[in-house]
């Protein structure tokens, strides 16, 4: 356990403008990270981390705080909480990302907890939003010293780090006619308020309600959030909502690398999914929003 005294020792200092936290950042590189709600960082103490020495606190920075949803799709800041995400109006491209929000740990922790730290959170495998917005094709806005930089969210996952640089400035969402989202979690006692599995599932349909394209995405199973985009083909061409819902469930449990922890063992991660993915697909077929 960490001591409070590793704690008194960190400093704190405030950026007002993405330049001013990058070039903080980059100056102590490591030694330092972004704060914002900070509801993972005070939850290192149980995981036995230590802090680090300087947190920027990015919280008075306008810029990270829009949330814009356009025609074309959302551009949402990092420092958007999940209870403005959890407040948007019922969009069929954006629900994944709206139903994750509000689904995720309790009011509390929702009115403080950002898009930013949730991704950053490299070790926070339950983190709602990573994999709703995976489903949702998502891209990542980066700021450092170079300048700014946009890429898809799964490729920026795997080298993502919650200290120095790049910082998270945005995530950007598309919005296309015809699509339609869902996500679906599980949570047992022993997890408390989070997912021990979750399904993150996007469908663009057809005038006919027939599927035409899919993108299914796994929350909480493994270590990092993932797409299972060659399951979810079987989807296509298919109306959604339909039998192979269930079967995609079968073959995204034998193809992930389910983890084990004091929450849940894998088998019993993979055995839901089926469940999952089906009632993600019936809620879109229905039409229905949470």
Not at 234 to 259: D, N, Y
């Amino acid at each position: 356990m960490i001591g409070s005294t590793a704690w008194d020792d960190a400093n704190v200092v405030a950026a007002t403008s993405v330049q001013e936290a990058v070039a903080t950042l980059e100056r102590l590189g490591e030694r330092a990270a972004p704060l914002a709600g900070g509801t993972w960082i005070m939850r290192a103490p149980s995981r036995r981390e230590q802090p680090c020495a300087t947190y920027v606190d990015v919280r008075a920075i306008d810029e990270l705080s829009v949330l814009d949803v356009a025609e074309d799709g959302a551009r949402v800041g990092a420092g958007v909480t999940h209870q403005r995400l959890a407040a948007l109006a019922p969009d069929g491209s954006l629900d994944v990302v709206r139903e994750a929000a509000a689904a995720s740990a309790f009011p509390a922790v929702r009115s403080v907890a950002t898009v930013g730290g949730n991704i950053a959170a490299a070790d926070f495998a339950e983190a709602d939003l990573v994999p709703a917005l995976l489903a949702a094709d998502a891209r990542v806005e980066l700021a450092s010293g170079d300048g700014r930089s946009v890429e898809p969210l799964a490729d920026y996952l795997p080298r993502r780090t919650a200290s120095g640089t790049p910082l998270i400035a945005a995530v950007v969402v598309p919005r296309a006619a015809g699509r339609r989202s869902a996500y679906e979690r599980l949570t047992i006692r022993a997890g408390g308020e989070y997912a021990v599995a979750a399904v993150a599932l996007s469908l663009d349909l057809d005038d006919d309600g027939v599927v035409v394209a899919a993108r299914l995405a796994l929350g909480a199973v493994e270590a990092t959030a993932r797409r299972f985009d060659a399951e979810a083909q079987a989807l296509v061409g298919e109306r959604a909502g339909a039998g192979p819902a269930r079967a995609v469930g079968e073959a995204v449990g034998s193809a992930c690398a389910a983890r084990d922890d004091d929450a849940a063992p894998a088998w019993y991660r993979r055995t839901v999914l089926p469940v999952l993915v089906e009632r993600a697909a019936a809620r879109i077929a229905a039409g229905g929003a949470a």
